[in-house]
Structures are given as structure tokens and as C-alpha cells.
T-cell receptor, first 115, second 111 residues
Framework: GAVVSQHPSRVICKSGTSVKIECRSL??????MFWYRQFPKQSLMLMAT?????????EQGVEKDKFLINHASLTLSTLTVTSAHPEDSSFYIC???????????FGEGSRLTVL | QQQVKQSPQSLIVQKGGISIINCAYE??????FPWYQQFPGKGPALLIA?????SEKKEGRFTISFNKSAKQFSLHIMDSQPGDSATYFC??????????FGAGTILRVKS
């Protein structure tokens, strides 16, 4: 199946710093990518839809100035957690679909810990 | 608003037994119903998915049963194995985008 890669897989940062997480589709182009957030032992919650060449669409309750999303190419979307705080500590997972249809492939996730 | 309700929260099954996880949805516009398997520290991986034009889909040991009138669907894992121990999520979406996930079921298969 198609491969979606995330980097870094784990990141620890100090409160107040910004952290960037990359999501790449390795063997297909993705005009749309999705960013999810998952707290321990909880479900995945959609944060935003990343659209190549245009602004991301954020779900209700997600601060767009806090979670900056950039989809600069057909294979790369980035999520930047700005001025991170301990409550931002979570597992962030991206997903994408080859050709915009069919199976949705997920990345391996990025665990953010804010001290 | 929880659009997809999943049960049970956790499940313990003996090796060789059948694992059954149930989900119910509210939005009748949903037309894609996948099940995902997630191991600790990993992203979810698609197991099997169904669309509302069929009532059942089987792939190997995994079967989805779908009841459109009741707005319910379930995952059956036949001959459950210890390696199946993981968290399982049902999900639903319209057109395959913006998946809404259930709360998850932690499955433990005892050997």
C-alpha cells in the first residue's frame, strides 16, 4: 500500500517553543492531507484538512493560530505547534489518500511532549 | 456530538474465539465505514471497509456486518490470535474524507 511518513516520530520541547511536524506521501501525490490528534487511550480527533496551495480548513474548536498548517507541495504537509504548552502534549497523526479517492493511509504518528 | 458510538470499550477473548465489536452512527449521509487497527505508538492501519450498498464483507478472518436501517455496523474477528491484541477503531465518513472515529476498543486475546 501507499506510504505516509511522519517526522519526527518523537519530540520533546520546552514550554513556549514551537515545534514542526512533517507529513510526507512517499509514493503518491496528495492534494489533501488530514491532521488528527490523539490523547492517550482516546480516539483520533480530526484537527484540520490540509489543502495543497491553499489555506487549511480547521475543525471547530481548533485554534488555527496555534496549529499552523502548510501544504506547500503535493507530497508534504507540515503542522507547526506554536508556543507549545504541556496541554499540547499529544500524538499527532497525519493521513492522505492516493488520487483523492480510496483508502486513507495514516502516518506512524508523532508524539509531542511539552515540558 | 459523538457521531459514531463504539462498544465495548474493552474486550478479552480466548485464542481461537470470535471477537465482536459494534458501532452505531447517526449521520445518514455517511457512505464509507472502515475499521482500523492500532498498535501502541503506531498510526492506525486499515483492516477492512464497507459501503452501504452491501450488508457484509469478508476479508480473511475479518468480517464487517452492516445494517443500514439500524445504522449499525460491526467487526467480527474469527479465530482470534494473540497477535490481534490491539486497539480497534470504527470510523465513518462521507466520500471517504474527514473520518469520524469511534472511541476505540482495546482487544486482548489470551493464549
Amino acid at each position: 500500500g501507499a506510504v505516509v511518513s511522519q517526522h519526527p516520530s518523537r519530540v520533546i520541547c520546552k514550554s513556549g517553543t514551537s515545534v514542526k511536524i512533517e507529513c510526507r506521501s512517499l509514493d503518491f501525490q496528495a492534494t489533501t492531507m488530514f491532521w488528527y490528534r490523539q490523547f492517550p487511550k482516546q480516539s483520533l480527533m480530526l484537527m484540520a484538512t490540509s489543502n495543497e496551495g491553499s489555506k487549511a480548513t480547521y475543525e471547530q474548536g481548533v485554534e488555527k493560530d496555534k496549529f499552523l498548517i502548510n501544504h506547500a507541495s503535493l507530497t508534504l504537509s507540515t503542522l507547526t505547534v506554536t508556543s507549545a504548552h504541556p496541554e499540547d502534549s499529544s500524538f499527532y497523526i497525519c493521513s492522505a489518500r492516493p488520487g483523492g479517492t480510496g483508502e486513507l493511509f495514516f502516518g506512524e504518528g508523532s508524539r509531542l511532549t511539552v515540558l | 456530538q459523538q457521531q459514531v458510538k463504539q462498544s465495548p470499550q474493552s474486550l478479552i477473548v480466548q485464542k481461537g474465539g470470535i471477537s465482536i465489536i459494534n458501532c452505531a452512527y447517526e449521520n445518514t449521509a455517511f457512505d464509507y465505514f472502515p475499521w482500523y487497527q492500532q498498535f501502541p505508538g503506531k498510526g492506525p492501519a486499515l483492516l477492512i471497509a464497507i459501503r452501504p450498498d452491501v450488508s457484509e464483507k469478508k476479508e480473511g478472518r475479518f468480517t464487517i456486518s452492516f445494517n443500514k436501517s439500524a445504522k449499525q455496523f460491526s467487526l467480527h474477528i474469527m479465530d482470534s490470535q494473540p497477535g490481534d491484541s490491539a486497539t480497534y477503531f470504527c470510523a465513518a465518513s462521507k466520500d471517504g474524507n474527514k473520518l469520524v472515529f469511534g472511541a476505540g476498543t482495546i482487544l486482548r486475546v489470551k493464549s
